[in-house]
């Protein structure tokens, strides 16, 4: 979905490096997740975020941290790069005032931790 | 807590015979289930969403799913399938308490000529 845009698209880099992984929105929505993406485990939730003022762990928050530096701009961190981060990451949003609205996913960003 | 089971890793159909990618949930309290599409190098777009009422939902691109609450199941289907129709599919649940979706482990329908 073009109204949510990520990032880089696709990153290399070593064990032990810093990297952010950026996600914008033009949707105008309240609520924002990262979620990565590894085969045969489907997607999982890293973090989410409510709103500018509001950030909770998903289920696999361990190793990673967030920024929503606005209501339109979500960033995903991590401290320290190990192998097993290597996945395809999601940024995606939904609406807060439908309670039951789907969530928009951007294009993702692969990234590769050697 | 809620889950979502896609049993199947691969479903394979020729072109222009039915398919079905099977999904089933265990949820406390009502269901909310969606249908999300990938193709390669792209995004999860949605493809539909049960809520409440009609347990046979339609959505986008000619698909529809059946909510069935006696066997916890929302199958997805589609009466003719197209080669285009290749991509991994994703069933998810929205968790009741913390309006967060919890997806199932995908499955790759494969539509040959």
């Known amino acids: 979905d073009a109204d949510v845009t990520q990032t880089p698209r696709n990153r290399i880099t070593k064990t032990g490096k810093r990297i952010m992984l950026e996600c914008s929105q033009t949707?105008?929505?309240?609520?924002m997740y990262w979620y990565r993406q590894d085969p045969g485990l489907g997607l999982r939730l890293i973090y989410y975020?409510?709103?500018?003022?509001?950030?909770n762990k998903g289920e696999i928050s361990d190793g990673y941290s967030v920024s929503r530096q606005a209501q339109a701009k979500f960033s995903l961190s991590l401290e320290s790069a190990i192998p097993n981060q290597t996945a395809l990451y999601f940024c995606?949003?939904?609406?807060?005032?439908?309670?039951?609205?789907?969530?928009?996913f951007g294009p993702g960003t692969r990234l590769t931790v050697l | 807590a809620q889950s979502v089971a896609q049993p199947e890793d691969q479903v394979n159909v020729a072109e222009g015979n039915p398919l079905t990618v099977k999904c089933t949930y265990s949820?406390?309290?009502?269901?909310?289930l969606f249908w999300y599409v990938q193709y390669p190098n792209r995004g999860l777009q949605f493809l539909l969403k049960?809520?409440?009422?009609?347990?046979l939902v339609k959505g986008s691109y000619g698909f529809e799913a059946e909510f069935n609450k006696s066997q916890t199941s929302f199958h997805l289907k589609k009466p003719s399938a197209l080669v285009s129709d290749s991509a991994l599919y994703f069933c998810a649940v929205r968790d009741y308490n913390t309006d967060k979706l919890i997806f199932g482990t995908g499955t790759r329908l494969q539509v040959f000529p």
């Open positions: 949820v406390s309290g009502n269901p909310y």
């Open positions: 975020s409510f709103d500018v003022k509001d950030i």
């Open positions: 949707k105008g929505h309240d609520r």
């Open positions: 049960y809520i409440t009422g009609d347990n």
């Open positions: 995606a949003t939904s609406d807060l005032s439908g309670k039951y609205n789907e969530q928009f």
